[in-house]
C-alpha cells in the first residue's frame, strides 16, 4: 500500500506542475465562473420583461396612458418625436406609431409581442369610444370585455423555467464527464507511453510490480482528475443555488450531489483501459490508432447523450444509463431529467462498480504483459493471447 501512496505521490506532483494542467485547471475555474453567471443571469432572470420605446408623432400625453403596460413579457415606454426616421435609424425608439400607422426601422420584430400589444390598445380605445357613443356606461364595457380566464395544469407539474434548468444542468454535466474522462483518459495513455519511450519503465519495473504501478499511476491522476470535476461542479450547484427566481427542482440537486461519484466510476472504467492501450506501443505517434477501441465506446455515448437530452424516456438512453461504458454519460442526463427511479441509479452504479475490478483485472493483465515490449506496437489481439495470467 505504501508503494501505491508513493507512485500516486509521484504522479501528482509530475502532473500538476505541467502547463497542461495548470492551463486546463484555470480553464475549468474560469468555466465554472461561467456556468455560475449563465444560471443567476440567464435562468435566473432570462424570463424578466422585455423593455421596448414606441415613439408617436402626436402628443405623448394621449398614448401614455392607452400603451402603458408592465407584464411579465413586455415593459412599455412612450416618447414622442418629431422625425421618425431618424429616431428609427439612431435607434431611440424600437416603432414609431402615428396613429393609424406603424413604422418599423427594416422588419416588424415578429418575436416580441409589441406589435400585437399596439394593435390590441387601438382596438381597446376604439371600442371604448364607440361604446360611450351608444351610450353603454364603462361598468357595462368592462363586464363585456371580462376576459375569460382558463386554469393551467402541467403533466409533469414544472414550469418552463424548470425544464430549461434540467436541460440545462442535464447537458452541461453530460458533456463535462465526457470532456474530462476523455482528456483525463489520454494523460494516462500519454503518460504511459512516455515512461516506454524514455525507458522509465525499466527502473520502476525494478522496483515494484506492474499491477502496483498501475494502481498508483490511476491513484494519483484519479486525484488531480477528481479536484477538476469537484470545481466544475461546485461552479454547477453554485449556479442553481443563486437563481431567485426558479424553483431547482429535486432531481436537479440529485445529479449534482452525485455527479462526482459517477465520474470517479467512469473514470475508474476507463482510465484502466487508457492505460492498457498506453502500453501497446512505444511511439506517441502511435497513440491515436491504438485508443481506438476505448475511445469509440466513450465518444458513442457522449453522442447518445446530446442527442436525447430532450428525450430521456428514449429506450436507446434507458438500456446506455445501464451499459457501463455509457453510463458515466448517459445516467447524469436522466437523474437531472427525474426520469429514472432510485433503485435504477443504484442498479447501474452497482453495475459500473462490478464491470471496474473486471476492467481493471484484464487491463493489468495486459499493461504487465505489454510494458517491456519496447519498440515495436503491439495488437490489442496479441496483447490478449500474451498476457501474463495473474
Known amino acids: 500500500m505504501s508503494q501505491i501512496a508513493l ?3 509521484r504522479e501528482i506532483l509530475t502532473r500538476v506542475r505541467t502547463k ?4 486546463t485547471t484555470a480553464l475549468l475555474v474560469v468555466a465554472a465562473g461561467a456556468v455560475a453567471i449563465f444560471g443567476n443571469v440567464v435562468l435566473g432572470q432570462g424570463f424578466s420583461a422585455v423593455e421596448k420605446t414606441i415613439g408617436v408623432t402626436q ?5 401614455e396612458d392607452l400603451f402603458a403596460v408592465d407584464s411579465e413579457e413586455l415593459n412599455v415606454t412612450v416618447v414622442e418625436v418629431t422625425n421618425p426616421t431618424e429616431a428609427l435609424e439612431e435607434g ?3 416603432v414609431v406609431f402615428s396613429g393609424s400607422e406603424l413604422r418599423w426601422k427594416s422588419e416588424a420584430d415578429k418575436s416580441l409581442p409589441l406589435e400585437l400589444h399596439i394593435a390590441n390598445s387601438v382596438q381597446v380605445d376604439t371600442v371604448t369610444k364607440q361604446a360611450t357613443s351608444l351610450g353603454l356606461t364603462p361598468d357595462d364595457l368592462a363586464s363585456l370585455a371580462t376576459p375569460v380566464v382558463l386554469e393551467e395544469s402541467f403533466t409533469d407539474g414544472e ?3 424548470q425544464i430549461a434548468v434540467r436541460l440545462a444542468v442535464a447537458t452541461i454535466a453530460s458533456i463535462a464527464t465526457f470532456v474530462l474522462l476523455q482528456m483525463w483518459g489520454s494523460f494516462v495513455l500519454m503518460g504511459v507511453i512516455e515512461e516506454k519511450a524514455s525507458r522509465v519503465i525499466e527502473v520502476l519495473l525494478s522496483q515494484v510490480r506492474p499491477a502496483t504501478l498501475l494502481s498508483g499511476k490511476l491513484l494519483g491522476l484519479g486525484v ?10 461546485a461552479g454547477l450547484g453554485g449556479a442553481l443555488y443563486f437563481i431567485e427566481d426558479i424553483e431547482i427542482p429535486s432531481g436537479v440537486w440529485g445529479l449534482i450531489a452525485i455527479l462526482v461519484p459517477i465520474f470517479i466510476l467512469g473514470f475508474a472504467f476507463y482510465s484502466a483501459a487508457f492505460a492498457a492501450a498506453g502500453s501497446l ?3 506517441q505517434e502511435d497513440a491515436q490508432g491504438v485508443q481506438l477501441p476505448v475511445m469509440l465506446p466513450l465518444l458513442l455515448s457522449y453522442m447518445l447523450a446530446v442527442t436525447s437530452v430532450t428525450d430521456p424516456e428514449f429506450i436507446a438512453v434507458k438500456i446506455g444509463s445501464f451499459l457501463p461504458f455509457s453510463s458515466p454519460v448517459v445516467l447524469p442526463l436522466r437523474i437531472a431529467m427525474q426520469k429514472i427511479a432510485l433503485w435504477e441509479v443504484c442498479l447501474s452504479l452497482c453495475i459500473l462498480i462490478a464491470a471496474i475490478f473486471v476492467v481493471i483485472k484484464l487491463a493489468a493483465q495486459i499493461y504487465e504483459g505489454s510494458l517491456l515490449r519496447l519498440g515495436k506496437k503491439v495488437g490489442w489481439v496479441q496483447a490478449w493471447r500474451d498476457r501474463k495470467l495473474t
Open 7 to 9: 507512485i500516486a505521490k
Open 20 to 23: 497542461a494542467y495548470i492551463i
Open 59 to 63: 402628443d405623448v400625453s394621449t398614448y
Open 92 to 94: 431611440d425608439v424600437d
Open 159 to 161: 414550469e418552463s423555467g
Open 224 to 233: 488531480l482528475a477528481l479536484a477538476q470535476m469537484v470545481i466544475l461542479a
Open 281 to 283: 506501443v512505444s511511439r
